[in-house]
């Protein structure tokens, strides 16, 4: 079974600036990767599969990167409603499968 | 535009089967392509996939949780419908029917569309 994890449990940043987020797979995934933003109370919001590519509507502050084992997902330039908590989601293409990571908290500094 | 509603039972007791419905609308379940997923969150935890159906009637389970759960669809009422026995404290969650995005490759590769939510309490 491939594990996800994912780090920093919990970012402070600051509105403006740059947010990296990790995402490391047990073994490679190659580039089956999707990334979710949830707030409080609100199911997943999907932001970006196969790695790299966003999801209709997503914002181009949004991008994800990497392959094999080590993912990431950079926010530009923090906006307000940009705080919340972000997930690494695993896809098994066959059997199919799914699996996710823990999570990342990202909060105001 | 697309959208899921979860609905069900807030309290089971333990050992007791969960029977949760999704009632969706702007999409089909007879239409190639498609297909529902059920996704779980307990209470300040991870979240984790349970079941799929696809368009074609094929069903697909989480291994660590194959033996307790049955997805069904029923497509001329544009639902899923999901199972779960023998129900215990641990499964106190927020469940998610959720649909999944067709990547150009063939593949299902992430839930695009999510309900709101359904929080179950297992509780005596």
């Known amino acids: 079974e491939i594990v996800m994890t994912q780090s920093p449990a919990t970012l402070s940043v600051s509105p403006g600036e740059r947010a990296t987020l990790s995402c490391r797979a047990s073994q490679s995934v190659s580039s089956n990767l999707a990334w979710y933003q949830q707030k409080p109370g609100q199911a997943p919001r999907l932001l970006i599969y196969?790695?790299?590519t966003r999801a209709t509507g997503i914002p181009a502050r949004f991008s994800g990167s990497g392959s094999g084992t080590e993912f990431t997902l950079t926010i530009s330039s923090l906006q307000s409603e940009d705080f919340a908590v972000y997930y690494c989601q695993y896809y098994n293409n066959w059997p199919p499968g799914y699996s996710f990571g823990q999570g990342t908290k990202l909060e105001i500094k | 535009q697309v959208t899921l509603r979860e609905s069900g039972p807030a309290l089971v007791k333990p050992t007791q089967t969960l029977t949760l419905t999704c009632t969706f609308s702007g999409f089909s379940l007879s239409t190639s392509g498609m297909c529902v997923s059920w996704v779980r969150q307990p209470p300040g935890k991870a979240l984790e996939w349970l079941a799929r159906?696809?368009?074609?009637?094929?069903?697909y389970y989480s291994t660590s949780l194959r033996t307790r759960l049955t997805i069904s669809k029923d497509t001329s009422k544009n639902q899923v419908v999901l199972t779960m026995t023998n129900m215990d404290p641990v499964d106190t969650a927020t469940y998610y029917c959720?649909?999944?995005?067709?990547?150009?490759?063939?593949?299902?590769?992430?839930?695009?569309?999510w309900g709101q939510g359904s929080l179950v309490t297992v509780s005596s």
């Open positions: 159906v696809d368009w074609d009637d094929d069903k």
């Open positions: 196969g790695a790299s």
């Open positions: 959720a649909r999944m995005l067709l990547s150009g490759s063939g593949w299902y590769v992430a839930f695009d569309y």
